[in-house]
């Protein structure tokens, strides 16, 4: 019997995978665990089972097996390589586990005191029977759906299958190369999975939303059934069809339906796509189910689906970089693409890149964009480009040698034909290609109606710019369409008339090459402060291409962008915020010629204010402060030791503890603190630490050393934090008053500066260290009685995401201290809800759920003991940027063990009387 293809002349490389490491011949390089390493090539029998299959008289089980080895031979390709044939990159091959985020999850091994266990995809779709899985373009949601696909078909095939299946889908979590050096750690475990193998079936919603009938239609499960019977009959199973359909209503099956929101005129046909896929989830009850979706489409309401679960995709963790790393140059030793000793090497440089260049790393986060710096390495060899700017436009080149280079297409009846280049075809030159490509990329993204994701380009609008591009005037536009529809590249066809760029970060990018050739800076500068949201990314790419020219064009960038010391307009703020900007990310800031001093002291004070700017929401704040880090920030109360600030706190009776059992703060009762103190006015930042560090003391963790200056100070432990202290009572000794000096907070002092005493000043006034003993010695007399002694925040009962940095507002990350001045407390202490939780001096247990130190809070020394055992838990208060508003309470009670450290962890220092 002839085969329906070429079985391979050679037998296949044999691959061995132990311990996390895969041996390639006798060679071994590591691997990360959950990577895919095809275990033999059975191609010639997924050929040959596919041919049975299809002919006339073949049994039920010869056709199920067509239609298993047909889904392995269709999804076992890698998407972006662009080649076909034996040597042509494998999915499986490359494949990592992704991992999955969901905010109570997060939230609740938190409260837990639990490292947060993120689940796999796997995991997740193993608990949910009914699941949408969420993430951006090139967060691999579709490449998920393929590989849960071929990974099901392949353990039903069983040894005719590629040696893939449920053990290779649910191989453990790849780890980080410290990770697997640490003999200490628990041997990680598979990803869980209890059903089985189940007969897949994939629906692209893009492909089924060109089959519907007129929008407005209702839809029912028989439509849906109609499209999966069309693609039988496409591949020549249509004897399949009533097999499957027993199979999926009696037994069962998993079906995965790709692109929820991405099919065109997604609004219109959005009920229509909705009902395909619930009344099919009614019809075939047994069925387990998933969704892919975009993340900002399935936030609105109106998207969601009934009785579905939804669960969004991770950014690559560092394990998850690492792994996919070593798998791909593994695979390429085992394609002969490369040498052994040099995929050990080029596996070795993008790991390091990706592990210490901050914009490297960055992009490596986003499985497409790492796979793109995997393929830009191979191909062409040496190091990375630096900035993202370089790397796009390497990535781009790369993109369109995929639409450049030869493909030969096979005629019916077995003749081969080498088709021309796309700029053979069009008879135009590859400049006059990409100045058209970045023309319809910069019209596109200004057009785009959301913000988010990778703009729709009709066939027709590519096809007109392609067309303007060419020189010869009879090429003819049908054959020009075909072209473009059978060729992946920097745009690929969607289905039904569409096109896409591969991310939205290359959208930006070819627009921004448009606008540096386009009246640059002016016409950029004028788009960017209008519509900040839309442009900010174009300008920053922008204004890298730019400097690689001159640095002088990202001056006058910066320049046209801000108008000088005008607070306007929203245009007028958001132009210098992104003014700051491009000039941190480009210009060398140590080193500024004396003609832009000037201009650069405008940046600063631009930053200063806008740090504070109550027209600018949260994430607006939190980057002025970003760059102010970077523009040197002015502040000395911020960056200085010795100009630090403080708030009164007054002697007297407050109110404490909340009305929640969880973090034992109950009952609420009154506390009378008999001494006055003063609370810092921020947390201890980063350049306040590094003065200590500076001074001969060695922190704990030199983590702490790495974060940016303007910021809370992370990483320190409690003792770090006493240490702390107890340099600044010595460094200020002269300074403070008699018989004071400086320490952590007790729960006590901290809350009351967090909610306010009985009484509270009229107008608070934070004041330096030299100001004390004046501000104690003044009457009383500017205090007004607390309108709300129980308030649940520092600003309020309600909480507002504008007023702290949690996780509700969305920056990620610690921010510069000063961001929330809606936020104070009735003293004037800043950030006391979120940000960082801050360490106190009182004492939890040494158990972790049950407080040996309850409330009523009891003004005691053993409550507050110093040098109490290392097993004895700390009090912690405030919250971080981590957690959501429950955590950012006044009363909220969490803790942590004395050498516990993070990225959400920091502290405050009170001045205070010295114990007796």
């Not at 059975?42 to 049975?52: A, C, D, F, R, S």
């Not at 097999?243 to 997604?266: M, Y």
């Not at 839309?534 to 690689?548: F, G, N, P, Q, S």
């Not at 790495?706 to 990483?715: E, F, K, Q």
Request: aromatic share 6%; glycine share 8%; with cysteine.
């Amino acid at each position: 019997m002839q085969l329906l293809g070429t079985l391979p002349t050679q037998p296949a490389t044999a691959v061995t995978v132990q311990d996390g490491a895969a041996a390639i011949g006798e060679k071994a390089i590591a691997v990360g665990a959950g990577s895919a390493l095809v275990m033999g090539n059975n191609t010639g029998i997924i050929q040959l089972l596919i041919q049975q299959g299809t002919q006339p008289g073949a049994t039920a089980q010869q056709m199920r097996s067509a239609y298993l080895a047909h889904l392995v031979g269709q999804l076992n390709h890698f998407a972006l390589s662009g080649e076909t044939g034996a040597s042509q990159i494998r999915l499986s091959s490359v494949y990592t586990a992704l991992l999955t985020e969901r905010a109570e999850d997060v939230a609740l091994a938190q409260r837990q005191m639990e490292k947060a266990p993120p689940l796999s995809a796997v995991e997740v779709m193993n608990r949910e029977s009914h699941l949408v899985l969420l993430g951006g373009p090139g967060s691999g949601k579709s490449t998920f759906v393929n590989i849960a696909a071929l990974a099901m078909a392949d353990e039903l095939l069983g040894e005719d299958g590629l040696g893939l299946g449920l053990a290779w889908l649910t191989a453990p979590i790849p780890r980080a190369r410290d990770e697997q050096e640490d003999k200490d750690k628990e041997s990680p475990k598979p990803q869980r999975w209890d059903h089985g193998a189940l007969l897949p079936v994939r629906v692209v919603l893009r492909d089924l939303a060109a089959q519907l009938p007129a929008p407005g239609t209702p839809i029912t499960a028989q439509v849906v059934w109609n499209h999966i019977a069309r693609n039988l009959r496409t591949n020549k199973q249509d004897a399949f069809e009533q097999p499957l359909l027993g199979e999926l209503q009696g037994a069962g099956g998993l079906v995965l339906f790709d692109g929820l929101d991405e099919v065109p005129d997604a609004d219109t046909r959005r009920v229509q796509i909705q009902q395909a896929v619930e009344t099919f989830v009614t019809a075939f009850p047994r069925c387990r189910v998933v969704v892919t979706s975009r993340t900002y489409a399935y936030q609105e309401q109106q998207w969601r689906l009934n009785g579905f679960a939804d669960v969004k995709l991770g950014d690559f963790t560092r394990a998850q970089i690492h792994g996919f790393v070593q798998a791909w140059f593994g695979h390429m030793v085992e394609l002969a693409r490369m040498s052994e000793a040099a995929a050990q090497d080029g596996a070795e440089r993008l790991t390091r890149e990706t592990d210490h260049n901050p914009s490297i790393g960055e992009l490596a986060m986003r499985p497409l964009l790492l796979t793109l710096m995997a393929q830009i390495q191979t191909e062409r060899g040496g190091s990375l480009p630096e900035n993202r700017e370089a790397l796009y436009d390497r990535a781009v080149d790369m993109l369109l040698n995929q639409w450049e280079n030869l493909k030969v297409h096979v005629r019916d009846d077995g003749t081969r034909v080498v088709l021309p280049s796309l700029a053979e075809w069009l008879k135009s030159s590859r400049k006059d290609i990409r100045a058209q490509l970045n023309r319809l990329a910069f019209e596109a993204h200004r057009d785009q109606p959301k913000l988010e994701g990778t703009a729709d380009i009709p066939q027709g609008q590519l096809t007109l710019a392609l067309l303007n591009a060419s020189n010869d005037p009879n090429v003819m536009v049908r054959q020009l369409e075909d072209y473009l529809r059978d060729r992946a590249g920097l745009l690929s066809s969607q289905g039904v008339g569409r096109y896409q760029f591969p991310h939205r970060s290359f959208q930006e990018y070819l627009a921004a090459c448009h606008l540096t050739d386009a009246d640059f800076p002016d016409a950029l500068a004028e788009l960017a402060r209008a519509d900040l949201n839309r442009w900010r990314e174009v300008t920053l790419l922008a204004a890298a291409k730019a400097a690689t020219g001159s640095k002088s064009t990202v001056w006058e960038l910066s320049t046209a962008l801000c108008c000088k010391g005008r607070d306007d307009s929203d245009a007028d703020r958001h132009g210098a915020l992104l003014a700051g900007q491009v000039l941190a990310e480009n210009v060398e800031l140590r080193n500024v010629p004396e003609r832009r001093e000037s201009h650069l002291a405008l940046m600063r004070d631009w930053q200063l204010k806008l740090l504070r700017h109550p027209k600018l929401l949260a994430q607006e704040r939190a980057l002025a402060g970003c760059t102010l880090a970077e523009l040197d920030d002015p502040r000395p109360e911020v960056t200085g030791v010795d100009a630090m600030q403080f708030c009164f706190v007054p002697a007297g009776a407050f109110t404490m503890g909340g009305e929640s059992w969880d973090d034992h703060s109950l009952p609420v009762h009154p506390v009378d603190l008999p001494s006055a103190y003063f609370m810092a006015r921020y947390p201890v930042t980063t350049a306040q630490w590094l003065a200590f560090v500076n001074d001969g003391n060695t922190p704990d963790d030199t983590d702490s050393l790495g974060v940016r200056s303007n910021n809370p100070a992370l990483h320190v432990t409690f003792h770090d934090a006493r240490r702390f202290c107890a340099w600044l009572t010595r460094r200020w000794r002269d300074r403070l008053p008699a018989g004071w000096e400086v320490a952590l907070p007790s729960e006590a002092e901290w809350e009351k500066a967090a909610r306010g005493g009985d009484r509270v000043p009229v107008v608070p006034q934070p004041v330096g260290i030299d100001a004390i003993t004046r501000v104690l010695g003044q009457p009383s007399g500017a205090l007004q009685p607390n309108g709300n002694v129980q308030r649940v925040h520092p600003w309020g009962d309600d909480f507002d995401a504008e007023r702290a940095n949690s996780i509700e507002g969305a920056i990620g990350q610690t921010s510069a201290v000063g961001a929330f001045p809606t936020g104070a407390s009735p003293y004037g202490c800043e950030e006391m809800a979120g940000n960082v939780w801050e360490w106190t001096r009182s004492l939890w247990s040494t158990d972790l759920r049950e407080p040996t130190f309850k409330y009523p809070y009891e003004l005691t020394a053993k409550r507050e003991h110093l040098d109490a055992p290392d097993d004895v838990w700390r009090v912690v208060r405030g919250g971080s940027w981590f957690d959501s508003a429950d955590s950012l309470r006044c009363a909220c009670r969490f803790r942590f063990l004395p050498g516990g450290r993070g990225s959400f962890l920091g502290f405050r220092v009170v001045l205070r009387r010295s114990p007796v």
